[in-house]
Structure formats: C-alpha cells, structure tokens
C-alpha cells in the first residue's frame, strides 16, 4: 500500500477498533434490550478509537526509533553517509524498503565486479606466466645442451645461442610491453604530439619489416598518396603501426599481401592496415584488444609476440583522441583502421599528457 505513514497507519487502525467497539457495544445493547443507552454506545467507540490510535502510534514510532533506525544507520555507515533523518510523516516503511532495496543492488553489483576482477586477475597472472613460462623453459634447454658438452661443437654452439637470443628477446619485449600497459592504465603515459609525414613514417616501418615478411612470403605494400602532415606521437604510432603489419604478417597466407592505405577526411586522415589472411572469427571480433587473448593461439605464439600488442595499440590511438576499428571475413583477411589529426601548416610542438 502506497504512502502509508505511521500517523495513517495508527488512525486506520484505531478506525477499525473503534468501529468493533462501536459494534460490539451495541449487539450487547440490542440482546439486553437497552438501546436507549446508544449514545454512550458511540462515545465508547470514539473513546476507544482515539486511545488506540496513541497507543498504536507511539507503539510504531517506538518500533522505527529501536529498529528502524539500527538498520538505517548500519546502511549509512556502510555507504560513508550521514546518519538519516526519519520523517514520521513520510511513508517510512516504504522509504526504508526502497532504501534497502538499492542498497542491496549496489551490493550486488560491487561483488558482480569484484568477481569478474578476481576472475580478470586469475587469468592475467596464468596467461603471464604461461608468456614467460615458455621462453624460459626453451632457454634453459638451450644453456644445459651448451653446458653438457654441445659448446664444444662451433657449429651447435651458435645455433643455440642464436635460438636463445630469440627467446630472450621475446622475454624483453613481453616486459616492455607489460610496462607500457602499466604506463598506459596508469595514467603515467606521455603523448608528445608533433608534426608528422604519415606516409613517410609508414614507409620506413614497411622497409624494417621487409626481411620479416620475405620470410613469411608475404608482400609489403603502401599506398601511392601525396604526402599527409598529420599531428601524433612518432614513437607511439611507429608503434601502432608497427604492431598492426607484424600482426598481418603473421597472420598473413602464404604468398599473401599486407597493405598499408590512406584516405583524406577533410580534417583528419584515415589509416588502413590490410591483409588477406586467415581473417577473425565474429565470435573473437570483439574479444581481440582483450590482453592476452589470441585468435589463433597455437599460430600465433609460434610467431611470438606477447598478447598485449593491440591492447597497446587501442590505448594509443584512444590516448591521441582517435578511434580504431576492425573488420574481417574468416578466411579472407583482416583490415584495421584508425584515424590521426591532419594539419597543413607547420605547428609548436604540443605535449599531451
């Protein structure tokens, strides 16, 4: 029942006390045969009416002051807020349920969250130590054929070495990516913006990564475009871009193309990385900038890398005030593309923190 305050609810109960009384006292004057006496009949039910209704309404502000107000006060020192003040003439029973219902919704969802945190921080640790688990063990069987006599032969002693250089240099670049995530949520990463030439940053990005893709047989390209001053960090782009090429190489077919494309937006300028590789499943689309997770798991950790790459990458591009997108056919490739700040004249070096 809706708006029912402790006045209301003690008046309509000593209604219906009184309306008994009131009753009751005549049926009694009706079988006695003194009906004559109705009047005091009446003023029996009023009399009993307006007693009761002190007596109910003390009883119920006794019962909100006792127990009521416990409950509120634990709600609020558990919230952080002030101790409440009960209005008798408000509908307090109503008010506390409610109260009590909100309360119990945050609850709920602070443990949803704190679940889904212990959840995230279980998987984090295990999917961190499989990471490193994995060059260490390589590693360490490299260092004890050495030590068990395989130095001895010049030949088995460099390929070893060289295959344990590999790993190592797996182990630092899972590190340095672990710190720049840290940098990154932390909120301790810097953006210094400066005037760029896109097109020939990515050029040079295409160039350290030919070696690479002529291992994989796959084909580097870029766009034939008139240059695009844009405003960015070079490191982190490099980066981004970077990682988005190593990615299509690694994903690429055999005998496949992976193709760097711009297109002019008026104020901003649209970066393309495309393949035509194996391509990613709906199913994992949404999943793909979660750290650690991999589309292909078993093709990707032979290819190496850290699982962070393009979690790095969305917080770089989200960090210069831009979006990245994806989109992909499974069998077909994959094409990411994001957008940077175009300026046509020379600009003061910004620092964006």
Known sequence: MKNNTPKKIARQSAIKLGAISLITSIMVLIAIGSLDYWFYAIALGVVIEEISYFVIYRAIEDFINQRIKILYKTISKIKGSADPVINMDEDVIGKVNQDVMDWASEQIEEITILRETDSFRKDFIGNLAHELKTPLFNIQGFVMTLIEGGADDPEIRDKFLKKAEK????????????????????????????????????????????????????????????????????????????????????????????????????????????????????????????????????????????????AIVKHIIEAHGQNIHVRSTYGKGTTFSFTLQKISTEVDNLTLS
């Open 167 to 310: 790993n190592i240099d797996r182990m630092t670049g899972l590190l340095e990516d672990l710190d720049s995530i840290y940098k990154i949520e932390s909120g301790r990463m810097s953006i210094d913006l400066h005037p760029t030439n896109i097109i020939d940053l990515c050029s040079d990005i295409i160039d350290s990564l030919q070696k690479k893709a002529e291992k994989s047989n796959v084909t580097l390209s870029i766009s034939d475009k008139e240059p695009f001053t844009v405003l960015c960090d070079v490191n982190k782009i490099e980066q981004v871009v970077s990682n988005l090429l190593v990615n299509s190489i690694n994903y690429g077919k055999d005998g496949g193309q992976s193709r760097v494309k711009f297109f002019d937006m008026g104020d901003k300028v649209l970066i393309e990385v495309s393949d035509d590789g194996i391509g990613i499943k709906k199913k994992d689309l949404m999943r793909i900038y979660e750290r650690f997770y991999r589309v292909d798991k078993s093709r990707s950790r032979n290819a190496g890398g850290s699982g962070l790459g393009l």
